[in-house]
């Protein structure tokens, strides 16, 4: 391709929602439809790269443990140049790209080096996962709300954020705390009794997915009965205590 025959550089930042292909949304798939270069990520569904072009280039940007940060400035720096010498770059992120994503790095990035960008939300795991497991996020009766938090922080420690949360009686839902799990409980036992109940959702919204349900203290032996790992949601709060049978999509 020659100067002449370059494309415009611009990126589209899209959200493929949290893992059931047919729960991304109708402009994340005209936005692929579209695209000359597809970066996506391990929690993106491969099914969604049948939107793009046949002729698209498709590249595999997942992260390893450990490695983030290395990994993020060098998928920084991929997508500037494929823009820049191919056209249209779509990275394809799971769930929301602006929900513990990169998505905000990644448009800033493109745009101190020139390159035009758009946000294309997604449907958020945190949402979808609980409410299709049968688990709403906070009823109509006395809960004032649910917090979205993150278990463990670069450094491998839990948030502080935890603390505040377990003393609320709001539905907790917590990205990235497997390895904490453990911990969390014996946190959430500690403030809100051996009564709460929690629950972990693995591969939510796929047909590989697997849940536990249960008061706190029998979550983390629940979990290693089942074999559950990441990716998984954590959920506690009041709510779990009757939840419906999981919903599907018909």
Request: with cysteine.
């Amino acid at each position: 391709m020659n100067n002449m025959e370059r494309k415009t550089p611009k990126l589209s930042v899209v959200g493929a929602g949290p893992g059931d292909p047919l729960l991304i949304t109708l402009k994340a798939i005209k936005t692929l439809a579209n695209a000359e270069v597809v970066l996506y990520d391990a929690l993106a569904n491969a099914a969604f790269l049948e939107y793009a072009p046949k002729t698209s280039e498709k590249i595999f940007v997942g992260k390893r443990s450990g490695l983030h940060h290395q990994q993020q400035a060098a998928i920084n720096d991929m997508i500037v140049m494929h823009a820049k010498v191919t056209g249209h770059v779509v990275r394809l992120k799971g769930g929301d790209p602006m929900v513990f994503g990169r998505g905000h790095e990644e448009l800033m990035h493109a745009a101190i080096h020139g390159v035009a960008g758009e946000y294309i939300p997604g449907i958020s795991s945190p949402m979808a996962v609980p409410t299709l497991a049968g688990i709403p996020l906070c009823k109509n009766r006395g809960i004032s709300g649910f917090w979205v938090l993150t278990g463990t922080l670069k450094d491998q420690s839990l948030t502080n954020d935890l603390i505040m949360a377990a003393q609320s009686s709001a539905t907790v839902i917590i990205l990235m705390g497997m390895k904490k799990l453990e911990q969390i409980m014996q946190l959430f036992e500690e403030y809100r009794g051996a009564h709460e109940m929690a629950a972990v959702i693995q591969n939510g919204t796929l047909p590989t997915e697997k849940r536990v349900v249960g008061k706190v203290p029998e979550i983390v032996r629940k979990v290693k009965k089942k074999g559950l790992s990441s990716p998984a949601i954590i959920i506690i709060g009041s709510d779990i205590e009757k939840p419906l049978p999981k919903l599907r999509n018909f």
